[in-house]
């Protein structure tokens, strides 16, 4: 079996709807997604509060495979932790980690995870808004 197919064999695993022809979300599409992601977050995040929880379900995602006993033993699963953890670094470098907003998480499996408890230093004006109406925040 090839990664690609233990990833679709897999896909139940992380959340993922189950999609036996192989379409939708791929590593790369889910890499490129984070790595995006960093991007965005390093010009200042312009999304909507939403958006930004379903990107940080792609890292939830990236976790899944890899602690995935299904995808452990390929070695393609050494491209996803690098590419992973290389756009980890970027996003970090974003957070604000003195800011800790008081966020219930009880329904998201993963929710102390690190990168559900920050949010990026520089904001769009709509982010920072969004951020202030529902949380309380000052934006940056």
Known sequence: MSFHEAFVAARKDFGLADNPRGEGATPESLLSAWEE????????FDGYLDEYYNLLGVRSVLFGMLNSPRLIGYPEIVEVAYRTVQADRRVVACFDMDEHPDIERSGISDGTAWYWNHFPRIRSRRFAEELR????????
């Open 37 to 44: 992601f960093a991007n965005r977050c390093e010009s200042g």
């Open 133 to 140: 109406r529902h949380y309380g925040l000052q934006g940056h």
